[in-house]
């Protein structure tokens, strides 16, 4: 997608370690022009599926998710990183997010995820698929149909693709890196 492509090297910050900063367009403050061409791509990409709701976990993968959701007037259910005194049945899993060195516990609503869903995961970045692991722990407990995973950025150079593929998910990724450094961000053709 060239124009998330420019936006990353125009306006994305990159560090040694794998580190891709975009919070100025994406995952802090939102620029709802891009993020509306984001979803327009993944209604384009995921067009050939039967799906009736959308899943994503708090907080980045919020924002694009609601845009999928609006482009196909289906659903949205997020996983929430804590669960809320008011819910009551719920299925639950475990994600260790590698950003924060922390393990989340996970959680979503029965009520909101059942056996009669066929879903798509969309999320701001995969990289090694901790989260999107996690949520397809919660789908498959649910009895709902996993049908794939729309990603925006996908860090190519860490295990999260193979995880997923090795789990029979399919992927579609909006750009993938190659690699990053410090100021260098190189994608994958």
Known sequence: MKLLKDRILKDGKSFDGGILKVDSFINHQMDPVLMKAIAAEFVKR???????????????GIAPAIMVGLELNLPVVFVKKAKPKTMADFYASQ???YTKDRTYDVCVSSQFLNENDNVIFIDDFLANGNAALGVKDLIKQSGANLLGMGFIIEKSFQEGRERL???????????RLKWLGDDLIEFVD
């Open 95 to 97: 994600v260790y997010s």
């Open 165 to 175: 593929l090795d789990q029979n998910i399919r992927i579609e990724s909006l750009v």
């Open 46 to 60: 995921f067009s050939d599926l039967n799906i009736n709701k959308i899943i994503t976990i708090e907080a980045s």
